[in-house]
C-alpha cells in the first residue's frame, strides 16, 4: 500500500475543531503523522495540496445502486466508483434492489461484494419483506448480517399498525428506521409538486401534504415507541417545522436535506424535465429556501443525495411516466458549496459536519477523523476551483442529472479510501 504525504493542506475536521495548514502522512492505511513541514518517508507519494481542503471522507447515508435486479442502471461497483469521484469514503445503500435486501443472506451478499469496491457500503434491509407493506422482516437476524437501518424507501409503510410495530423491534435493537414519507391514497400521480405549475402541464402532482402527514406519524411513532426514526429528503417547510417541534420536545429523529430540495425548485421542470423528477417532489422557492435554513441551523441533520439512477429511455417517457429520481453523488460537494458556502456564507466546517461527521453519528458507523491512527478515508478539495458538470464524463453508468451543463465552484481533487486512492481529478 502506498505512503502518501499531503503537503501545505487546509487540514479541516469539525468534530475535532480543526480548521489549520498542516501536512498529514498516511502508511498502511491509517493516519501516522499530522504536522507542519514532515518529512517524505523513503517511497512516499507526495501530494503538493496548495492549500485544498484535506478532510474526513463524505458519507452519503441514501443512495440506490440498482444491484442486484437492474446492473444496466447501476452495480455496486460503478456506484461506487461515483461515490469516490464525490468525494464519498461511505454510503447506506437502500433495499429496494430486486430482490430487496430483506434477508441475512441479501445482506451478507452485498457486503461481502463490496469488499473491493472504491467506497464502504453499509446496507440498509427492508422493514418488509419484497417491500410489500404486509410482513415484517427479522430485524434481529438482518442486524446481526450487518444492516444498519431498516427503511422500504420509495414505498411507505402505509399500515400504521404494523410500522409502529417496526419501531418497537427497531427500538429495541438500537437502530434507526429510515422513512419515506408520502401517505397513500394522496399521492396522485408522483409526477412533481402540486401547484399552479403541475395544473399549467396538465399534471395531477402530488401534495406537500401528503408528506406532511407522513412525517407527522412517524415523529409521534418515534415519541412512542422510544426508536430513532431518519426523515429522508425533506421537501416542505411545514415538514422542517415538525421536525423541530419533535426535536425539541425530545423525539429520537434526525432528517435528511439533497442537494436538488436545497438548489431546485419545481420551476426547474420546466427546464430540465424528468430530469428534475423525483419523490418527493422538487416544490416552491419557499420551501427550498427553508430546507437551506434547516440544513444550516442543524434541524435538518445530513445531506444526502438519494443517487437514484435510470435510463435514457426510461427518463424519456415524459413527467407523467419517467421513473423518480436522480443521480447526485459526484455533484453534491459542489452544489452544496455553491449553494450554502458560497452564496449564504455557511462555514465550511459546518458543511463537512453535514456531509460527513453528522450521517456517521446519526447511523452509528465507525468514526473518521484527523487524528493519528485513524482509518485514512480522506477527501481532498478545492472549494474555489469551477468546473462545468458533464454527465457524460460520470464514473456512475447513468446520465440523469440536471446539473448537467452547470458551472459550479468547489472540486473534488482525490478520495482516499483506507489509505488507498480511489479517485483522483485528472489535471
Ligand atoms: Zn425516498
Redesign the pocket.
Known sequence: MTTLLFKNARLMDPELRLDAPGDLLVMDGRIAALGQGLNAPDGARVVECCGAVLAPGLVDV?VHFRDPGQTHKETLETGCRAAAAGGFTSVIT?ANTKPAIDSPEAVRDCLERSRETDCRIHPAAAVTKGLSGRELTDFQALAEAGAVAF?D??MTVGDGALFFDAMTRAAALGLPVSV?C?APGFEGDRSMNRGDISEKLGLEGTLALAEELMIQRDLLFAEKSGAHVHV??VSTGRGVEMIAEAKARGVHVTAEATPHHMALDETAVLKYGPNAK???PLRTPEDAEAICTALMEGVLDVVAT?H?PHTPQEKARGMKDAP??IIGLETSLAVCLEELCHKRGFPLTELLDRMSAAPRRAFHLPPVNLRHGSTADLVLFDPERRWIVDAAKFQSKSRNCPFDGWCLRGAVLMTVLGGREVYELDS
Open positions: 441514501h437502500m427503511t424507501d420509495g419515506h408520502e429522508q429528503h423525483m419523490s418527493p438519494d437514484a423518480n429520481g
